[in-house]
Every structure is written in C-alpha cells, then in structure tokens.
C-alpha cells in the first residue's frame, strides 16, 4: 500500500510539473518561428510595424524562456528522483537525447542572446534575421530531442531484458521507434498552432479594448494566417497518429473511443456518459474510427475486450481526446472563416463578436495542450515503458514526495503569477505608440 501510495503521489507531483512547463514549452517552440515570420514579413515588405512586431515578442519570449528554464530543470531533477528505475532503464538506452536536448537548448540561448543584443547594431536586417534561424531551429530541436523520450517510453525498443540486465542495447534503434515520426511531428505542429493563436488572442484583445492602430491589425492577420497553416498540419499529422495507436497502442484507442467490441466498421464516438460497455447521450460518426484507424471505412477495430484488465488505461482518457480533437476542429474553423473572410473582403471579422471568438482561441489552444499531454501520459498506464516496466514498478520509495508537491507547487504557483506580472508590466510601459514614435525618431535623427 505503501509503494502504491508513493507512485500515487510521485504521478501527482510529475503531473503538476509537466501540466505547468507544457505553457512554457509550447511557447519556447512555436515563438521564435513567428517572431523570425514576422520579421522576414517587414524586411520583404520594408514595414516597420512588422519589424516592431517581431522586436517585442522577442521581449516577452525572453521571459518564458527563464521561467521555462526553471521548470525544465525540475522536471529533469523530478525523474531522477521519483522513477529512479525508468532513469536506470533510460540511462543505458535513450540517454543521447536527452543530451542533445540539453545541447539544442543552449544552442538556442547562445543566439537568441546574439539577437537581441544586436537589434539596431546591423545596416543590412537580412543578416540580423538570420539569427533567428538557429533560435528556431534550437527551440525545435529542444522539443523533438525531448519528445523522442516520451515516444521511446510508449515504444519501446533498441534493448532486451536477460536475466533482469539490459543487453544487445542500440540507442539508436531506441530513437528511431514506430512512436517517434507522429509524435514528433504532432508535438512541433501543435506548438506552432498554439503560439499563433495565442499572439493572435493578444491581438484581438487590443482592439477589443478600443485600439485602432494598423500594428494589432496586422498582428491579428499575420497570426490568423499561420493558425490556419498549422491548423491543416495538426488535423493531418493527427490522422497519422491515429493510424498508429490502431497499430501499435490499440488499447489506448479502444478507450478513448470507448470501442470495447472488436468490430468492422467502426463508428467514432463524440463525449456522452457510459453506462457500463454503452455509451449514451453520444454524439456517433459512422464508420469514422475505421477510417481513423485504417483509412477504410469497414475496417476491423481492435475493441477492449481483447485486452487484459489490468492493461487497460483509464476510460475517462476519452474526455481528453473528444476536448483535443474538438478545440483541434475549432481552431481550424475560425481561422479558415477569418482567412476567407478577409480575402473575399467582409467586413464581419472586424465585428467585436468575432473577435471574441478569435479571443477565445488563443487559451483553448492553451487546454487542448494539456489534454493532449494528458491523453498521451494516461492513456499509457498501467505503463512507465509500455510493455516492459510499469508505474509502479519504477516508482520511488521515498516517504518525501507529499512534502516535494507542496513546495514545488508553491514554486509553480510565484512562477506563473511572476510571469503575467512582469509581461504586463512591460508592455504597458512600452506601449506600440511609445515605440513607433520613437523607431520614427530615430530614422530622423539618421537622416540628418
């Protein structure tokens, strides 16, 4: 009971870590892409607000990056400590990209110091904005080395147990796993979409607030663009993923669908309540798992049933998939309405109402994150590494994890309110007006 209560708690405490450093995470990935967009945009287009665009996202990524910093090194700290089992299996096996991870990091740090530090300092911006390319590129690697981990973890290969030791390891075998394309490519995506719709949240907020100036204008279309983009991507590599699970995690399908009969045919199931093996009040897609699952709509589904009990992960993980896919479908939808919109000419995106909407997309993105997240985590259980070892298995003994949960959380807790504090406060100081004024200034001073 004692060994169950400490996995119970040591999942508590990983659970809080890793729900708080996914924000910083998605944002450290998907920024410095639309800050090297934007400024790429004003350099083709010689516009300053562009330019300034790119200038004070950089700022406020600083901030997420020291915030990011620190809870990337709890949880690095937190694996160590609560599955110092998983850690031994994974020190021999998959230890080189967490490595790379930590090199890719640094990488990224290394010039996105050089960037910020040279704004103003280059004739020529062509040659400033090619710093930001080993930012982003730095900022998605962190995030590809780091996500190979957590498929390898669902996958599990490149070693075998003899005799309760490791043997015939290949780290490289263990990168490469049937996990690694979808889960790679779905993490990348998803932060892209994320970070756009957040800025473009941003956007819509200031001119619901009563600005008028082209720089939120611009922001808000730039953004809208790019959601739509990553939007399509996302709803693609998604398809990938489920083709996956249907292959090689068919449990973990099978719940989230709430699919317990092997069948043909498959229908794909939307919320509802369960009652007992049938769920109710559902809203029923004919034929869609199927095709999910196997591009055919009379496909034969993998169904619970044909699972072991103990094997199969929480039922509830079908809430977190129906909110992913959901807030997934309407964050495409209100950026193909705005995108369309706006190149037919209508005038009804400008309307406070849609804005709203468009407000409202940039935290949604934030949820479907954390359900996707989630989703991926729960719907492994019973397992740490499919298949090999389990939670419990690989969980601490230490009687000190209750005590870690209250002072990180206390920790997580002055990180965040400290970030929106300091944001805040240092746009409200340098409002866009402030800084345009200024940049025009300068040019003068130039000039003469």
């Given at each position: 009971m004692v060994l169950e209560d400490t996995a119970l708690l040591s999942r508590i405490l990983t659970l809080l870590t890793l729900s708080f450093h996914i924000i910083y995470a998605t944002i450290g990935v998907g920024v410095p892409l639309m800050i090297m967009i934007a400024q790429w945009v004003g350099i083709k287009k010689n516009d300053d607000h562009y330019i300034l665009l790119a200038r004070r996202w950089a700022r406020g990524f600083v901030i997420t990056v020291a915030v990011g910093v620190v809870?990337?090194?709890a949880i690095?700290?937190?694996l160590s400590l609560l599955w110092p089992n998983f850690m031994q299996v994974a020190g021999n096996v998959i230890a080189l990209p967490l490595f790379m991870e930590v090199f890719a990091f640094f990488f990224e740090a290394i010039f996105l110091g050089i960037y910020l530090y040279t704004w103003d300092r280059f004739e020529d911006q062509r040659k400033h904005l090619l710093l930001l390319i080993p930012v982003a590129l730095g900022a998605a690697a962190s995030s590809v080395f780091i996500t190979i981990v957590n498929a390898f973890m669902n996958s599990p290969q490149g070693f075998e147990v003899l005799n309760g030791e490791l043997v015939n390891v290949s780290p490289f075998l263990a990168i490469f796993n049937p996990a690694m394309p979808t889960k790679v490519a779905h993490v990348v995506a998803t932060a892209f979409l994320t970070c756009a719709f957040l800025l473009a949240s941003i956007a819509a907020l200031r001119i619901i607030r009563g600005s008028t100036?082209?720089?939120?204008?611009k922001a808000l279309h730039l953004t809208m663009k790019l959601g739509l983009v990553f939007a399509i991507a996302t709803a693609i590599i998604g398809d990938f993923s489920g083709k996956y699970l249907a292959e090689y995690q068919p449990e973990k399908l099978a719940a989230a669908e709430?699919?317990?009969?092997t069948e043909e045919g498959a229908d794909l199931v939307l919320f509802g309540v369960l009652d007992?093996?049938?769920p109710k009040y559902a809203i029923r897609i004919p034929y869609a798992l199927s095709i999910l699952a196997h591009s055919l709509p009379n496909a034969e589904v993998t169904g619970l049933n044909e699972f072991p009990e103990d094997e199969v992960p929480p039922l509830w993980i079908h809430y977190l998939f129906d909110i992913m896919v959901s807030i997934g479908m309407w964050l495409a939808f209100i950026a193909f309405v705005y995108v369309a919109a706006?190149?037919?000419g209508w005038k009804f995106i400008k309307q406070k109402w849609f804005l709203w909407l468009t407000l409202i997309s940039g935290p949604l993105a934030l949820v479907a994150i954390e359900a996707g997240w989630w989703f991926t985590e729960v719907g492994?259980?019973?397992w740490i590494l499919r298949g090999y070892m389990t939670v419990e298995e690989a969980a601490t003994t230490s009687g000190q994890v209750d005590l870690m949960i209250i002072l990180f959380a206390g920790l997580y807790f002055i990180l965040g309110i400290g970030t929106i504090v300091v944001l805040l406060r240092m746009y409200k100081r340098n409002p866009i007006e402030k800084e345009l004024a200024a940049r025009e200034a300068q040019k003068g001073g130039e000039k003469e």
């Open positions: 809870t990337g090194t690095g700290l937190q100036h082209i720089y939120h204008k709430w699919h317990f009969e007992g093996e049938e706006s190149w037919r492994r259980q019973p």
